[in-house]
């Protein structure tokens, strides 16, 4: 397990830590699920915050949220899913396996600001025989905290993954896919498509993002 550079928890120093407010330090590590749904024609779905969610607003991630007390991971998972997109699996137990943790801090870097959240999330990687438009004619976002989703290309995710943090143009080798690719957006009660800027998807960390917040 390693940290990036630009960590929070990374390069908060013991005197800063000393100066979270009280409910911040007693809140400890909250823990959560997210969910790569991945198709029978190889594309993972992805989900856009709304901009008025205190953590990571207007953010792409993959479904997924808290794990209520008591719950599985993949039960947590594919209830989040069923809750944020109206893609219900619970029913078929699809294959799925652990890819790993990711430590999230929010916000994520010292120089917007202390910490306020400090989560452990567990990636699920879960399989389904259906294609992405199969799935697509049965979702229905309506959750307060999704604003758009999208099925995202094999091509798109490699550069993703590619991206490396402080590297201003590592893995974005843009012109090998299209400009912008479809998305599904909630337009008051209905759902619209738009096209989004494929470069969206593959920033990464600026340089100097580790700087230390004075406060």
Known sequence: LQRPPFCPIKNLS??????????IRDRGVDVGVAILLQTANKKVLLTRRTKTLNIFPNVWVPPGGHMEPGEQLLQAGLRELQEETGLDLRNETPPWRILGLWESAFPPLLSCGFPTRHHIVTYLLVTTRETHQELQRSSAQRNRKVSACLWLDPEVA????AAQEGEEHSGKNLTAIPDSIPITEVCGNSLCQKDLDVSVLVGVAPVGAGKMWSG
């Open 14 to 23: 013991p005197d800063q830590a000393a100066r979270l407010p009280e409910q």
């Open 158 to 161: 490699e550069l993703i993954v």
